[in-house]
């Protein structure tokens, strides 16, 4: 800590209102510092960071932090407001505000220097000091630690001798992982307040801290030996089959934080229950981290259905790039004819365009054939691991078979998924867990599922996917520019989350069995999709002063992204102004997904952007669908981000370091 901190980086009269202004008064003594080089690129970092999770703890404090390529060196700045400002806790403002500021590439020693200053705000000792604090050089010598301790290294499972004495000769004992999206100070936050709550309770906790920025196992002695499991953690467990076959805990990150003590005697009562965890390297549910402490604020169903459902459409859309685009190339070739050649197993002459072109379509036509069936597979597999896999992919097949197509597949895979978790949940004889899940599970859940789709829905669901074609192939006027707006909103609202995802995957879904209607809605959702990083590009270049150096650089290279139908190429300034950009991009995709539906323009390649404009019926009354919608989504997000700067700015905050940044910006 002995360079992390110095008095120019603590303020004890931190006028600023909001988390905003609070985190840039504290960057631009950064920058005065020399520690940060890019004020506003900076910024748009721990923008980006709180946007995943509110910094906020209990018992006011607040801890913006986030890996910059725009800092120099490890760095905290800490701030101290009189009138508190709210940053997400559940029990109102934070009056101690740190910004914890780490190099991009920052190693585990520089990490470990980090994680110093999140145990200590766990001592309510350390913070009652930092408040009555006057001088600005002893605040920050108090935050470098350098006034002595005796307390034990905390997070390591040792615990207090009074506390394994009153507790009896063996202990209780818990292992821990906690993790946080950065890794750097909700993570041993919650490390430390476990360990602090297991010396209070006479209870061994022994912690691994994972996150983003690597992790060292427990040793598995260790983990044999423990009597529980708590997992605090915001982003996925890794390894966790380590734990299997023992009571567990599932939370959120700041669960562990906040009610450490609640989370021990909880994991106590499965034990002594002999409530046994069956995990998998699928689990991925947890408490929401802000219940009530009983244990059930799991998940809500909307969210895992979307976790599961997302699981399928990552593992389909490589089959569905590689599959299409070959499709697309083949017909560039030998025309749309050339779907009904022959097979090229038996007719084949090397010379001849049409049989490399057919063999193109045929090779395509090979991958989108697993379309249905992997993404019915992997649905079940996000939903129940490996076991899932086998009737998930059989119910894909039968949904083909059946004619329900991709809604079928999307049922297909959630009843495998569904089937397969409640046969996990049947106690069985130690002898069989060997052979349940490579031959029970999937043989039981495959006849199930085939049940189930042969004989039960497969047929309805049928009938339903010919509805939805027949509408598609009926859409005309107002219909089909309705549909392209509502694409378009789409597309661009989460630029390649789950809404964006599920507009794509629905557009997809019509190339299976491609009619004039789902031509036309592939073409809306593709042209939509470009228009937020071509705004970006385009907004980045005429008006340069409204953006940082940092994002006319992702400017240059949102144009290729956007070319190329990678939405995620906004994501940057999204993150940084989301107020201003998604609105505007939003705007854009609608206009655009409107016009393309208007047009009539056609599409029968799912990816490409550009580069497949041969294949795209009306080609440039789909380019001047695209053009306007870039052009409304840029004049937006001009008009917007210029009305900011006009907004005069406010007088210096007392003490506050100036910066060599000329531009005024005022928080939304």
């Given at each position: 800590?002995?360079?992390l901190i110095?008095?120019?980086?603590?303020?004890?009269?931190?006028?600023?209102?909001?988390?905003?202004?609070?985190?840039?008064?504290l960057a631009?003594?950064m920058?005065a510092a020399?520690?940060?080089?890019?004020?506003?690129?900076?910024?748009?970092?721990?923008?980006?960071?709180?946007?995943q999770?509110?910094?906020?703890?209990?018992?006011?404090?607040g801890?913006?932090?986030?890996?910059?390529e725009?800092?120099?060196?490890?760095?905290?700045?800490?701030?101290?407001?009189?009138?508190?400002?709210?940053?997400?806790a559940a029990?109102g403002?934070?009056?101690?505000?740190?910004?914890?500021a780490?190099?991009a590439?920052?190693?585990?020693?520089h990490?470990t220097?980090?994680?110093?200053?999140?145990?200590?705000?766990?001592?309510?000792?350390?913070t009652?000091?930092?408040?009555?604090?006057?001088?600005?050089?002893?605040?920050?010598a108090?935050?470098?630690g350098?006034?002595?301790?005796?307390?034990?290294?905390p997070?390591?499972g040792?615990?207090?001798?009074?506390?394994?004495?009153a507790a009896?000769?063996v202990?209780?004992r818990?292992?821990?992982?906690?993790?946080c999206?950065?890794?750097?100070a909700?993570?041993?936050m919650?490390?430390e307040?476990?360990?602090?709550a297991?010396?209070?309770?006479?209870?061994?906790?022994?912690?691994?801290?994972?996150?983003?920025?690597g992790?060292k196992?427990?040793?598995?002695?260790v983990v044999?030996?423990?009597d529980?499991?708590i997992?605090?953690?915001?982003?996925?467990?890794?390894?966790?089959?380590?734990?299997?076959?023992?009571?567990?805990?599932?939370?959120?990150?700041?669960?562990?934080?906040?009610?450490?003590?609640?989370?021990?005697a909880?994991?106590?009562?499965?034990a002594?229950?002999?409530?046994i965890?069956?995990?998998?390297?699928?689990d991925?549910g947890?408490?929401?981290?802000?219940?009530?402490?009983s244990?059930?604020?799991?998940?809500?169903?909307?969210?895992?259905?979307?976790?599961y459902?997302m699981?399928?459409?990552?593992?389909?859309?490589?089959?569905v790039?590689a599959?299409?685009?070959?499709?697309?190339?083949?017909?560039?070739?030998?025309?749309y004819e050339?779907?009904?050649?022959?097979?090229?197993?038996d007719h084949?002459?090397?010379?001849?365009?049409?049989?490399?072109a057919?063999?193109?379509?045929?090779?395509?036509?090979?991958?989108f054939?697993?379309l249905?069936?992997?993404?019915?597979?992997?649905?079940a597999?996000?939903?129940?691991?490996?076991?899932?896999?086998?009737?998930?992919?059989?119910?894909?097949?039968?949904?083909?078979?059946?004619?329900a197509?991709?809604l079928?597949?999307?049922v297909a895979?959630?009843?495998?998924?569904?089937?397969?978790m409640a046969?996990?949940?049947?106690?069985?004889?130690?002898t069989?867990?060997g052979?349940?899940?490579?031959?029970?599970?999937?043989l039981?859940?495959?006849?199930?599922?085939g049940?189930?789709?042969?004989?039960?829905?497969g047929?309805?669901?049928?009938?339903?996917q010919?509805?939805?074609?027949?509408?598609?192939?009926?859409?005309?006027?107002?219909?089909?520019?309705?549909?392209?707006?509502?694409?378009?909103?789409?597309?661009?609202?989460?630029?390649?989350?789950p809404?964006?995802?599920?507009?794509?995957a629905?557009?997809?879904?019509?190339l299976?069995?491609p009619?004039?209607?789902?031509?036309?809605?592939m073409?809306?959702?593709?042209?939509?999709?470009?228009v937020?990083p071509?705004?970006?590009?385009?907004?980045?270049t005429?008006?340069?002063?409204?953006?940082?150096?940092?994002e006319?650089?992702?400017?240059?290279?949102?144009?290729?992204?956007?070319?190329?139908?990678?939405t995620e190429?906004?994501?940057?300034?999204?993150?940084?102004d989301?107020?201003?950009?998604?609105?505007?991009?939003?705007?854009?995709?609608?206009?655009?997904?409107?016009?393309?539906?208007?047009?009539?323009?056609?599409?029968?390649?799912?990816?490409?952007?550009?580069?497949?404009?041969p294949l795209i019926?009306?080609?440039?009354?789909?380019l001047?669908?695209?053009?306007a919608?870039?052009?409304?989504?840029?004049?937006?997000?001009?008009?917007?981000?210029?009305?900011?700067?006009a907004?005069?700015?406010?007088?210096?905050?007392?003490?506050?370091?100036?910066?060599?940044?000329s531009?005024?910006?005022?928080?939304?």
């Amino acid at each position: 800590m002995s360079e992390l901190i110095t008095a120019e980086l603590v303020d004890l009269d931190l006028s600023a209102t909001t988390k905003d202004a609070a985190a840039r008064s504290l960057a631009e003594r950064m920058v005065a510092a020399h520690r940060v080089t890019d004020l506003d690129g900076f910024l748009a970092d721990v923008a980006a960071r709180e946007a995943q999770m509110p910094t906020g703890l209990d018992g006011g404090i607040g801890i913006p932090h986030c890996r910059s390529e725009h800092v120099t060196a490890p760095t905290l700045a800490f701030g101290r407001s009189g009138a508190g400002i709210d940053f997400g806790a559940a029990d109102g403002p934070a009056d101690l505000i740190f910004l914890i500021a780490a190099p991009a590439g920052a190693d585990d020693d520089h990490l470990t220097i980090l994680s110093g200053l999140a145990r200590r705000l766990m001592d309510p000792e350390f913070t009652a000091a930092l408040r009555a604090g006057t001088d600005p050089a002893a605040v920050a010598a108090l935050i470098r630690g350098e006034e002595p301790t005796e307390e034990p290294a905390p997070g390591t499972g040792e615990t207090e001798p009074e506390a394994v004495e009153a507790a009896g000769s063996v202990p209780f004992r818990i292992v821990a992982v906690t993790s946080c999206p950065t890794g750097i100070a909700h993570t041993y936050m919650a490390a430390e307040s476990l360990t602090a709550a297991g010396r209070a309770e006479g209870v061994e906790v022994t912690v691994e801290t994972q996150g983003s920025g690597g992790f060292k196992k427990l040793d598995a002695a260790v983990v044999a030996a423990a009597d529980a499991v708590i997992w605090a953690h915001d982003v996925e467990v890794r390894e966790k089959t380590r734990f299997r076959g023992k009571p567990l805990v599932d939370v959120g990150v700041k669960a562990g934080i906040n009610r450490p003590a609640e989370l021990i005697a909880e994991a106590r009562r499965k034990a002594e229950r002999g409530e046994i965890a069956a995990v998998s390297e699928a689990d991925g549910g947890k408490d929401s981290g802000d219940g009530d402490g009983s244990g059930a604020d799991r998940a809500h169903f909307g969210v895992r259905l979307r976790t599961y459902l997302m699981s399928g459409v990552s593992y389909m859309v490589p089959f569905v790039a590689a599959g299409g685009l070959l499709i697309a190339l083949s017909f560039a070739i030998g025309g749309y004819e050339i779907a009904s050649a022959e097979s090229v197993a038996d007719h084949f002459v090397w010379g001849e365009a049409d049989s490399w072109a057919a063999l193109l379509n045929q090779i395509g036509s090979a991958a989108f054939a697993f379309l249905v069936p992997v993404l019915a597979g992997y649905i079940a597999y996000g939903m129940a691991d490996r076991p899932a896999l086998v009737p998930g992919f059989v119910g894909g097949s039968i949904a083909l078979t059946v004619n329900a197509g991709f809604l079928g597949g999307l049922v297909a895979g959630l009843l495998a998924g569904a089937v397969v978790m409640a046969i996990q949940r049947v106690p069985v004889h130690a002898t069989l867990r060997g052979i349940m899940p490579v031959l029970v599970i999937p043989l039981i859940a495959s006849a199930v599922v085939g049940f189930l789709m042969f004989i039960v829905v497969g047929k309805p669901i049928a009938s339903l996917q010919s509805a939805l074609t027949d509408w598609l192939n009926g859409l005309s006027g107002s219909n089909a520019v309705i549909l392209g707006v509502v694409l378009g909103l789409m597309m661009c609202f989460d630029m390649g989350g789950p809404l964006n995802k599920v507009a794509y995957a629905f557009a997809v879904g019509g190339l299976a069995d491609p009619t004039d209607g789902s031509l036309k809605v592939m073409a809306a959702v593709m042209a939509a999709g470009m228009v937020p990083p071509l705004a970006m590009a385009l907004a980045t270049t005429v008006r340069k002063k409204l953006f940082t150096k940092t994002e006319r650089e992702n400017g240059r290279a949102a144009w290729v992204l956007g070319a190329s139908f990678i939405t995620e190429g906004a994501i940057p300034f999204a993150a940084a102004d989301p107020l201003r950009v998604i609105p505007s991009v939003m705007a854009g995709g609608a206009v655009t997904g409107a016009l393309s539906m208007a047009f009539g323009a056609t599409l029968r390649a799912p990816h490409g952007g550009v580069f497949v404009v041969p294949l795209i019926g009306e080609p440039f009354l789909y380019l001047l669908a695209i053009a306007a919608g870039t052009l409304v989504a840029t004049a937006l997000v001009v008009l917007l981000k210029g009305a900011r700067r006009a907004v005069p700015a406010p007088a210096p905050e007392a003490g506050a370091t100036g910066s060599d940044d000329s531009r005024v910006t005022v928080a939304a």
